[in-house]
């Protein structure tokens, strides 16, 4: 299976502030790598597809970016409804792994 | 727009077979394959499998000998049963559509999630 490692595992951050959360994997994926945010008590929520498609419907303060192993979620502008907890996806290989998720909280 | 609506028994005993199923509402169902993805209460995402129109699967091997995920085209539903269940399998368990192109795969909609417990 190929292991997806997050960074940091959580964080903390203002309102206003330029965020970025790290996904590596245990080998190369090429761009196969999506990202969700997720809420509690809620279902995840796509937010980026192959590594830097931006989902229809999602704001533009989120990018994703990265090829082959190193990849990066970055939030610009942090608003309150973004304090959530984001995973990472591999879809390269099967079983789809997930990153063991990034809490982002209120400073 | 696709909208997902899952149900099924929350509470089962060991050695039970929990089953789920959910409804497809909008959308193309043979556009899209079909997965099911759990939580355990505190814990992060595990990929369970998916299925597509046409009924071909792919099972994390981790759970492969005791899932089966099918499909009913007519119903526009898809179900998961997993056997021999112990309390590791308490999860909410969600299922999702998921979109391919360029052999790219992710979810793009997901159902609302069911807790399945399982106490004796």
């Known amino acids: 299976d190929i292991q997806m490692t997050q960074s940091p595992s959580s964080l903390s951050a203002s309102v206003g502030d330029t965020v970025t959360i790290t996904c590596r994997a245990s080998?190369?994926?090429?761009?196969?790598l999506n990202w969700y945010q997720q809420k509690p008590r809620k279902a995840p929520k796509l937010l980026i597809y192959a590594a830097s498609s931006l989902q229809s419907g999602v704001p533009s303060r989120f990018s994703g970016g990265g090829s082959g192993t190193d990849f990066t979620l970055t939030i610009s502008s942090l608003q309150p409804e973004d304090f959530a907890t984001y995973y990472c996806?591999?879809?390269?290989?099967?079983?789809?792994?997930f990153g063991q998720g990034t809490k982002v909280e209120i400073k | 727009q696709v909208q997902l609506q899952q149900w099924g028994a929350g509470l089962l005993k060991p050695s039970e077979t929990l089953s789920l199923t959910c409804a497809v509402y909008?959308?193309?169902?043979?556009?899209?394959?079909w997965s099911w993805i759990r939580q355990p209460p505190g814990k992060g995402l595990e990929w369970i499998g998916e299925?597509?129109?046409?009924?071909?699967?792919n099972y994390n091997p981790s759970l492969k000998s005791r899932v089966t995920i099918s499909i009913d085209t007519s119903k526009k539903q898809f179900s998961l049963k997993l056997s021999s269940v112990t309390a590791a399998d308490t999860a909410v368990y969600y299922c999702?559509?998921?979109?391919?192109?360029?052999?790219?795969?992710?979810?793009?909609?997901w159902g609302q999630g069911t807790l399945v417990t399982v106490s004796s």
């Open positions: 999702a559509s998921t979109s391919t192109e360029h052999g790219s795969t992710w979810s793009d909609y």
């Open positions: 299925i597509n129109h046409s009924g071909r699967t």
């Open positions: 909008g959308g193309s169902f043979s556009d899209y394959y």
């Open positions: 080998q190369t994926i090429s761009s196969y």
């Open positions: 996806q591999q879809t390269y290989s099967s079983p789809r792994t």
